[in-house]
């Protein structure tokens, strides 16, 4: 009994490995037919002729296979992407800055034929696709893109490409606005203040211990209107108010009572700061950076 027991015990041990090697073999030979099944090209991005509120990239398709099923593109700043890296897991949400531009039954018109060159204006798709992605453009953002190739749906054709590697894009840059020095006209000109023309001009104010201001011009150096500072007065609090007009930003300042004789860059000034002064009576140079 015994050995019967153990022989059948055997067969049927047997035949359970002989089914689940089949099982595996079937399932084995399925996946690397996957595996094997050709793939789209991936295809290829380019920057376009982009404005300060405009991006273009052009899509263009594999040489070869083309992206007859069509394409999804994936972006985001290149600020979030120094920041937080990019999943390429399908588990990203559609409405985190993707466009899928896929070929159904009733529209071929993303089907790109072998070389084909498909415009994809950002602007057109951040609107309302999500809070991370609804931006609006302006000059000098820089985006990261990548884009992959669709398979063809419903068809046993190319599976989807890889994703391509991650591309670069910015719009326009920004305009730099000329800021060059300027200084406040004054009673005394630079050139009776030492050897150096770091100072233009230097202007004793006077308002005889009683609140007061004056607004005087700031020039450039070849004696254009840059801009405007104001110098107030309050006798009750002994302070000296220097005020910046549009487009004004002072560098270097000089208050005293003494008459400047020499250039001596007197230190740092940035927006508004106050000064104690007992009689109204005062000496100031001022130069600014005057941005047009």
């Known amino acids: 009994m015994k050995k019967i027991t153990f022989f059948t015990a055997i067969m049927v041990m047997v035949g359970c490995s002989v089914e689940s090697a089949d099982e595996f073999n079937t399932l084995d030979a ?5 595996n094997d099944q050709p793939q789209f090209e991936i295809p290829s991005l380019t920057c376009g002729n982009n404005t300060d509120t405009s991006l273009e990239v052009t899509i263009t398709a594999g040489q070869t296979t083309g992206a007859m099923g069509g394409f999804r593109v994936r972006w985001m700043t290149a600020e979030d992407y120094a920041a937080n890296g990019w999943e390429d897991a399908e588990e990203l949400q559609i409405d985190m800055c993707q466009e899928m531009f896929q070929v159904t039954g009733n529209n071929d018109d993303y089907a790109l034929t072998p ?3 498909f415009p994809f204006f950002l602007e057109e798709y951040i609107e309302g696709s999500g809070e991370s992605c609804d931006r609006t453009l302006s000059c000098g953002m820089e985006y990261a893109f990548k884009v992959q190739a669709i398979n063809e749906s419903g068809k046993d054709g190319l599976k989807a490409s890889e994703w391509s ?3 670069f894009c910015s719009t326009a840059p920004c305009e730099e606005v000329e800021c060059p020095a300027g200084y406040m006209i004054g009673s005394k000109d630079f050139n009776l203040i030492g050897n150096s023309n770091n100072w233009g001009w ?7 211990g009683e609140d007061g201001s004056e607004t005087r011009e700031i020039h450039h150096k070849n004696g254009s209107l840059g801009g405007e500072v104001t110098i107030s007065y309050s006798a009750s609090q002994d302070m000296i108010e220097v005020t910046e007009g549009e487009g004004v930003n002072i560098t270097h300042l000089y208050i005293n009572d003494q008459e400047p004789e ?3 860059a007197p230190g740092q000034f940035d927006k508004t700061q106050n000064y104690k002064d ?15």
């Open 278 to 292: 007992a009689d109204g009576k005062f000496w100031v140079m001022i130069k600014a950076e005057v941005c047009n």
């Open 30 to 34: 399925k996946a690397k037919a996957q």
């Open 202 to 208: 230097a202007h004793e104010f006077n308002f005889n």
């Open 262 to 264: 020499t250039t001596n």
């Open 115 to 117: 070389g084909y060159n």
């Open 165 to 167: 590697d991650v591309f």
